[in-house]
């Protein structure tokens, strides 16, 4: 796996056919990820993620997978899409094993950085659930503010 950039305790490296079977525990975790991706109950297969890693690493999109410095562990993937201009939409999921350590408020600051940095982003938007009080706390804790609401989610941005 090709390291692009790290942080205090994350490696973050492309995206990889290696780690697919770790994507899929992940996203297939309906109670602590699956319905904060858009709220459907569905479960991805190995071939929908191997299409889904071929696919950005074919369009050479910013999403990144995050392993532990220390462990060696996965702990998520991180991804800007959407991109227009000098903004785009932030996509973050950690497993459930490593969410409430630090490491989205690490993740959600190196990446916005590495936005800023090498993408010459001045805007950053993200969606929540309205659901993920936790995850709405790491954004606003990371310096984004919220600009609109509806009964599903919650729409906040960065300007940097």
Same mark, same amino acid.
């Given at each position: 796996? #090709?390291?692009?950039?790290?942080?205090? %305790? &994350?490696? +973050?490296?492309?995206?990889? /056919?290696?780690?697919? *079977?770790?994507?899929?525990?992940?996203?297939?975790?309906?109670?602590?990820?699956?319905?904060?991706?858009?709220?459907?109950?569905?479960?991805?297969?190995?071939?929908?993620?191997?299409?889904?890693?071929?696919?950005?690493?074919?369009?050479?999109?910013?999403?990144?997978?995050?392993?532990?410095? #220390?462990?060696?562990?996965?702990?998520? %993937? &991180?991804? +800007?899409?959407?991109?227009? /201009?000098?903004?785009? *939409?932030?996509?973050?999921?950690?497993?459930?094993?490593?969410?409430?350590?630090?490491?989205?408020?690490?993740?959600?600051?190196?990446?916005?950085?590495?936005?800023?940095?090498?993408?010459?982003?001045?805007?950053?938007?993200?969606?929540?659930?309205?659901?993920?009080?936790?995850?709405?706390?790491?954004?606003?804790?990371?310096?984004?503010?919220?600009?609109?609401?509806?009964?599903? /989610?919650?729409?906040? *941005?960065?300007?940097?």
């Amino acid at each position: 796996m #090709k390291q692009v950039f790290e942080s205090e %305790n &994350i490696r +973050f490296v492309e995206v990889s /056919e290696q780690l697919i *079977e770790e994507y899929l525990i992940m996203v297939n975790d309906y109670e602590n990820v699956n319905r904060f991706l858009g709220g459907e109950n569905k479960l991805y297969s190995p071939e929908q993620e191997r299409n889904w890693v071929k696919e950005k690493l074919a369009e050479k999109a910013p999403v990144f997978s995050m392993i532990g410095k #220390k462990n060696g562990e996965f702990i998520g %993937n &991180i991804e +800007f899409f959407d991109l227009k /201009e000098k903004e785009a *939409e932030l996509g973050i999921a950690l497993t459930a094993k490593m969410q409430d350590r630090g490491y989205g408020t690490e993740a959600i600051r190196a990446f916005t950085e590495y936005g800023t940095d090498h993408l010459g982003l001045t805007r950053i938007r993200l969606r929540a659930n309205t659901e993920n009080d936790r995850a709405i706390h790491v954004y606003e804790k990371c310096g984004f503010r919220e600009y609109a609401r509806n009964d599903e /989610e919650v729409s906040m *941005e960065l300007f940097i």
